[in-house]
C-alpha cells in the first residue's frame, strides 16, 4: 500500500514457465478481470507476444496465449512491446510493438501497431482487419501496421497516438485505418520518450535531450519537458528537469505510474506518487531532483518494469531476478513534485 512501501511482498505471475516473461503490461478488464501483456521468451529470438488472464486479481493466471507468433524457422527474431493502452469505449487494447528482423543477416528493428479484443479473442491490424486469434508478423505487415520505430502510445478522445523515434522524433495518430503523421523538430535528438497527455491544451512529452555541457559520463543527457497546447500538432522548445543524468540501457527508461481501470498516463488519484529509481549495484549515482530540488515523484524508471494503480494500492511487475529500488512519496499532484519528498524507503525484491 502506498503508506508502506518497504513492506511490499512479490507474488509469481502467470508461471511458472518454461520461458521468461518479459516487457510486462498489465491492463484491467471491463468485466473485472487482469489481462498481462508480455513477451514470452528472452532477447535470444523467436519470442512471441503473448497475454495472459486473471478473474481473481492477480492470484492466478490462466495459461499464455501466444497472440503474434513468430514461428521457430522464420528467423524473425524478438517482438518488444514498447507500450500498451485500453479504450474504454471500443473496449480494444492497443499496442505498439517493435520487432528484430533476424532474415537479414544483420539484425534490423521495425515497429507495428495492432489492437487486441479481449471479448473475442482476436487480433486485429492498423487498417482494421481481423488477423485472427494468433497473428504472424507477414499479417501484421500486410495490415499495413509496419512503422517508423514506435516509442510511446497515448489515446485521446478515442484515437490511438503513436510517438515515433524518427529523426526527428514524430507524431503519428490512427484514423479510419490509416496513420497520419508528422515531425517534431524541436525534440531533434532527444530520446528515451514518453508521452503524458495532462488534458486539453496540455499535452507533454518527457525524453532526455543532449548536453550542453561537458559530460560526467558518455550517456549523460539531460530530462526535460515539451508541451504542446494545440493537441500534438506544434511543441514548445524543451524545458530541462534534471541536468546530466546516466541514461545507459541498463540505469534509465522513463514510464508514467498507470491508474486503473484504462491504464491510462493520467493521475485521477488523491493518494501520494511515486518514483523508482533502480540500480544494479548499490550504487545509485545521482538521485533524479527538478531545478528547485523538488523529486521527480510519478515516473517509473528502468523500461521493462511497470507499476500501475488499482483499488487503492499500488501494484508492481516486474522479473524474477534481484533488484534495488528507492521509493520517494510525495502528496502533490503533477509530473514533477514542488516540494521536499516525503517518506523514503529502500527495499529490494527478490
Known sequence: ?????????????????????????????????????????????????????????????????????????????????????????????????????????????????????PSSDRVFGLNGKGLGKTASRETLIESGSRLP???????WNGRPYL???????????VKDGRLARWPLPTLKGANHLTMYLAGEGDWRIYGYRPCDVTLPYPTSGDLAVWRSTDAGRTWGEGRVLVRSVNMTHGMVGLNLVRQAPTMGKAYGG????????????????????????????????????????????YHFVTRSTPFRFTGYWDKRRGPVAGQAPGPRATFQLR
Open 270 to 313: 488523491n493518494g501520494p506518487l511515486l518514483l523508482l529509481q533502480e540500480a544494479f549495484s548499490a550504487s545509485y549515482g545521482r538521485e533524479l531532483r527538478g531545478p528547485d530540488g523538488s523529486s521527480f515523484c510519478d515516473m517509473q524508471l528502468r523500461f521493462n518494469k511497470r507499476l500501475y494503480a488499482l483499488d487503492g494500492e
Open 1 to 117: 500500500k502506498p503508506e508502506d512501501i518497504s513492506q511490499w511482498e512479490p507474488t509469481q505471475l502467470v508461471g511458472p514457465q518454461t520461458k521468461p516473461l518479459t516487457y510486462t503490461y498489465p491492463v484491467e478488464c471491463p468485466e473485472g478481470g487482469l489481462l498481462l501483456f508480455y513477451r514470452l521468451g528472452g532477447a535470444g529470438g523467436n519470442s512471441p507476444l503473448a497475454v495472459s488472464r486473471s478473474d481473481d486479481r492477480g492470484r492466478t493466471w490462466a495459461p499464455p496465449r501466444i497472440l503474434v507468433d513468430y514461428g521457430i524457422n522464420q528467423q524473425a527474431g524478438t517482438v518488444k512491446i514498447n507500450d500498451v493502452a485500453y479504450d474504454a469505449k471500443t473496449k480494444r487494447v492497443h499496442l505498439a510493438l517493435r520487432e528484430r528482423d533476424n532474415s537479414q543477416g544483420k539484425p534490423r528493428w521495425y515497429a507495428h501497431y495492432c489492437e487486441y479484443e
Open 163 to 173: 510517438l515515433m523515434d524518427a529523426k526527428p522524433p514524430s507524431l503519428g495518430v
Open 149 to 155: 520505430a514506435a516509442a510511446d502510445l497515448a489515446l
